[in-house]
């Protein structure tokens, strides 16, 4: 099980802090970047985990005109991926 973190917010938010503050006491992390989070991707060596661990949304990436990138993982079917994560597989789901 992982405890999943949803980001939503621009790495210059308060609540993206908070969001990898807390992403430091948890053992096994999965983070989902959507919305202004896909922002976070401009520098993803700033990101707390290995790119294998943090899933990005396709369609946020394309609409702010940020170019895909291999080192992210960006499934297919993001919110079906999201939704699985949060119902199967994690023991608590943070929204930032």
Same mark, same amino acid.
């Given at each position: ?15 993206? #802090?908070?969001?990898?503050?807390? =992403?430091?006491?948890? #053992? +096994?992390?999965?983070?989902?970047? =959507? ?16 790119? #294998? ?5 396709? #369609?946020? &990436? ?9 080192? &992210? ?13 949060? =119902?199967? +597989? ?7």
């Amino acid at each position: 099980m992982a405890d999943v973190f949803l980001l939503t917010k621009a790495p210059s938010a308060s609540r993206s #802090e908070l969001c990898f503050k807390l =992403m430091k006491h948890s #053992e +096994n992390v999965k983070l989902y970047l =959507m919305g202004d989070g896909i922002y976070q991707l401009l520098d993803a060596s700033g990101l707390p985990l290995p790119a #294998e661990k943090t899933l990005a949304c396709r #369609e946020d &990436i394309l609409a702010r005109g940020l170019a895909l990138t291999n080192d &992210i993982v960006i499934p297919d079917d993001f919110y079906g991926q999201l939704i699985k994560d949060i =119902m199967e +597989n994690s023991d608590k789901v943070y929204v930032f």
